[in-house]
Nanobody, 122 residues
C-alpha cells in the first residue's frame, strides 16, 4: 500500500513563506505525477500545481508565487509558498499518482495525503 506523509503547515502572516513536504512510501514501481491541492472552508478542492517528468503546472491563482519541486531519491515533493495571501488559507493535500505491482500486474494508483492546515493572517 502507498502512504503519503505531509508536513510543513502552520500559521504565517501575509507576505510570508512556508514550505510543505510530502513523502511517499510503499511498494512503488514508479512515480508518475506528484502535486498539491487545497480546500478552504465551504469551497471545493482545487488543484494548486503538479509536477511530472515533463515539467510543472500551476493554478493561475498561485502562479509566480508557489513553486513545486521534487527529490526523486527521497520520493518527496515540495510546495514552496511565498508572498502568501489570506486567500491561500486552506487545508493542503498532497496527491501522488504511482504505478504499483499488484499480484504480478502493473496498475495505476492515485493517493492522497492526510492534509495540512495553512493559515495566513491578514
Amino acid at each position: 500500500q502507498v502512504q503519503l506523509v505531509e508536513s510543513g503547515g502552520g500559521l504565517v502572516q501575509a507576505g510570508g513563506s512556508l514550505r510543505l513536504s510530502c513523502t511517499a512510501s510503499g511498494s512503488i514501481f514508479s512515480i508518475e505525477t506528484m502535486g498539491w491541492y487545497r480546500q478552504a472552508p465551504g469551497k471545493q478542492r482545487d488543484m494548486v500545481g503538479h509536477i511530472t517528468s515533463r515539467g510543472t503546472n500551476y493554478a493561475d491563482s498561485v502562479k509566480g508565487r508557489f513553486t513545486i519541486s521534487r527529490d526523486n531519491a527521497k520520493r518527496t515533493v515540495y510546495l514552496q509558498m511565498t508572498s502568501l495571501k489570506s486567500e491561500d488559507t486552506a487545508v493542503y493535500y498532497c496527491n501522488v499518482g504511482v504505478t504499483i505491482l499488484d499480484s504480478g500486474r502493473l496498475r495505476f494508483s492515485d493517493n492522497w495525503g492526510q492534509g495540512t492546515q495553512v493559515t495566513v493572517s491578514s
